[in-house]
């Protein structure tokens, strides 16, 4: 998908929608991805349609060059091309095989920041539940591999800080109300349950790989 140009075409699930049940709902997936996410790809393509020079690039280089980009297409790159990327990489931060708990360097490194993987629980929901409206908490991790979390709002991509992205939980009421409807706080006690600590780890011991 990050290789992917103009036009983007919305990246398949990469499990059923019913998959992460009874956790994540199979009807909340479906429009998750199928509605939501679409509509950003189908966006993102609407904005670079007239601008055949931005066309041949990829959608992490149109994020990080964002502020190059026609003013009057910034904007809509801005929220549709975040779009587009934080949903990829929330979807790819679940797995219907969670191992439960970190494993290898992550689970080091969970340990070293954290001291405990309940205490970096307890963090990142705390990071997840201070979003004021709708927006993503993220676990990233700086270039001498310190994890750091922090909270952004609607579609930002936090690119610009020279982080890499490790775990993303999405906390717009799209992700939850369905079945948590203002439970915010049950929702991400469920998602730890589903987190894929196989990709997290890739991820954080191949930064390069989510370009
Ligand atoms: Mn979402």
Known sequence: MLNQRYPFVLRPLPYPYYALEPYIDRETLYFHHDKHQQAYVDNLNKALESYPEYQKYTLIELLEQEKMLPKEIQKSVHNNGGGVFNHNLYFDSMSPKSSGTPSGTLAAGIYKKYGSYD????????????????????????????????????????????????????????????????????????WFLVIDWEKAENRYRNPEAIR
């Open 119 to 190: 205490k970096f629980k307890e963090r990142f929901k705390k990071t997840a539940l201070e979003v004021f409206g709708s927006g993503y908490a993220w676990l990233m991790s700086d270039l001498q591999g310190d994890l750091i979390m922090l909270s952004a709002m609607n579609q930002d991509v936090p690119l610009e800080l020279n982080l890499n992205p490790i775990l993303l939980l999405d906390v717009w009421e799209h992700a939850y109300y369905l079945k948590y409807q203002n439970r915010r706080a049950d929702y991400i006690d469920n």
